[in-house]
């Protein structure tokens, strides 16, 4: 069965970072790629970076350019989300997805991971 | 950035009705298009990518259509479990930019 575990929720100062994880399970990390989306309370689906954890290759939204860096640990089928300079708006649900390559969608989705800035 | 435009924006239905979302593009995307739903509390799930290609395990009252800018989800008979936000993306190119969504309630 494939999975993908998040890390928990977070509550961090603005200003500060933070770093999600997320864990593959049954199938190999390196096959697909990694999306991450977030969505703050009520809100709507909002696209922030994908990454080939084979080549290590990453894309960033826009908005998020110098503010968020996607890596990976294949040795222990991880990628990592991390998010600098957070500021209120920054709270919302943050979900790692598998991202199949022909046709771009997201077939697998972790649980979500909240984070909470504030001061 | 493309920009997906959802509508409409909610809808009240009942069980047994066939529904109807569509989806429009700022620019072609060719057949480069999905739709997800989502529960509350949960996250999304992949109903249908390409367009019109039918996620494994997902009821064929769940259908797709459409290329270029117009794209359109039909569900043919509504049942109690289909009451959900749903939600196009395009992915032809990155940013993989999301519809607003659509709220379907049970009317």
């Known amino acids: 069965q494939i999975h993908l575990v998040q890390s928990g929720a977070e509550v961090k100062k603005p200003g500060a970072s933070v770093k999600v994880s997320c864990k593959a399970s049954?199938?190999?990390?390196?096959?697909?790629?990694i999306i991450w989306v977030r969505q703050a309370t009520g809100q709507g689906l909002e696209w922030l970076a994908w990454?080939?954890?084979?080549?290590?290759?990453?894309g960033y939204a826009q908005k998020f350019q110098g503010r968020v860096t996607i890596t990976r640990n294949t040795s222990i089928s991880t990628a990592y989300m991390e998010l600098s300079s957070l500021r209120s708006e920054d709270t919302a649900m943050y979900y790692c997805?598998?991202?199949?390559?022909?046709?771009?969608?997201?077939?697998?989705w972790g649980q979500g991971t909240l984070v909470t800035v504030s001061s | 950035d493309i920009q997906m435009t959802q509508s409409p924006s909610s809808l009240s239905a009942s069980v047994g009705d066939r529904v109807t979302i569509t989806c429009r593009a700022s620019?072609?995307?060719?057949?480069?298009l999905n739709w997800y739903q989502q529960k509350p509390g949960k996250a999304p799930k992949l109903l249908i990518y390409?367009?019109?290609s039918l996620q494994s395990g997902v009821p064929s009252r769940f259908s797709g259509s459409g290329s270029g800018t117009d794209f359109t989800l039909t569900i043919s008979s509504l049942q109690p479990e289909d009451f959900a936000t749903y939600y196009c993306?395009?992915?032809?190119?990155?940013?993989?930019?999301f519809g607003q969504g659509t709220k379907l309630e049970i009317k």
């Open positions: 997805a598998r991202g199949e390559r022909y046709s771009g969608s997201s077939d697998y």
């Open positions: 390409t367009a019109s």
């Open positions: 620019q072609s995307i060719s057949n480069y």
């Open positions: 993306q395009q992915s032809y190119s990155t940013p993989y930019t």
């Open positions: 049954g199938y190999t990390l390196t096959s697909y790629d």
């Open positions: 990454m080939n954890p084979n080549s290590g290759n990453t």
